[in-house]
C-alpha cells in the first residue's frame, strides 16, 4: 500500500520531469524535432505561443528565428500537454535557462497563445514587442495564427459546398 501510494504521489513529478534532447529538425516557428537517448525522435509543439503559418507573413522568419536559437543544441523540455494532433506540447529551455516561447514573442515572432496559457506576462511582453513594432508587429494588420487556420478552413469547407 505505501509503494502504491509513493507511485501515486511521485507519477506528475516523473510525467512532468525535464527532459532533454538535440534539436535536429524546425518544422516551423512553434514545432521542433529532437534526438533523444537511444536515438529517439520526438516532436514538440511549443508552449504558450502560436507562430505565423508556413504560408503567413513571417512565417518563414518565425521559423529562421527558432533555428537560430536552437538548432544543433540541446535543449531541455518539460512537457505540459498532448495537442489535437498528437504532438507532445513543451516548454523549451536552451543556452542557460531561455525560455524559447517567450523569446519568439519579444523578438514579435509569435503571438502569445493566451487560450492556452496562464503566464499573464507573456502578454506584457507581447505588447512591449507591438510598442517596438517588433517582427511581425511591424504589419498592422497581422492576423493571428489561429485566424489565419480558421479562414483556410473555411475556404476548404466552401470549395466542398461548391462542388457538390
Known amino acids: 500500500m505505501k509503494r502504491l501510494m509513493l507511485v501515486y504521489l511521485l507519477f506528475p513529478v516523473f510525467l512532468f520531469s525535464q527532459t532533454t534532447g538535440k534539436v535536429i529538425k524546425i518544422s516551423d516557428g512553434d514545432t ?3 534526438l ?3 536515438n529517439q525522435q520526438k516532436k ?14 513571417f512565417g518563414k522568419n518565425a521559423k529562421q528565428f527558432t533555428a537560430a536559437q536552437v538548432f544543433g543544441k540541446t535543449v531541455s523540455f518539460v512537457e ?9 506540447v513543451a516548454k523549451v529551455y536552451y543556452d542557460g535557462g531561455k525560455y524559447l516561447s517567450r523569446e519568439l514573442i519579444k523578438a514579435g515572432m ?3 497563445y493566451f487560450s492556452y496559457s496562464k503566464d499573464a506576462s507573456l502578454g506584457k511582453i507581447q505588447e512591449n514587442a507591438k510598442l517596438k513594432k517588433a517582427g511581425l508587429w511591424q504589419d498592422k494588420n497581422a492576423v493571428a495564427p489561429w485566424e489565419y487556420r480558421k479562414m ?6 466552401n470549395k466542398r459546398i461548391d462542388r457538390v
Open 110 to 112: 509569435g503571438w502569445w
Open 44 to 57: 514538440l509543439r511549443l508552449a504558450e505561443v502560436d507562430c505565423p503559418e508556413s504560408g503567413q507573413a
Open 152 to 157: 483556410k478552413q473555411e475556404l476548404r469547407n
Open 80 to 88: 505540459t500537454n498532448t495537442d489535437r494532433y498528437g504532438r507532445s
Open 36 to 38: 533523444l537517448k537511444g
Open 32 to 34: 521542433i524535432t529532437l
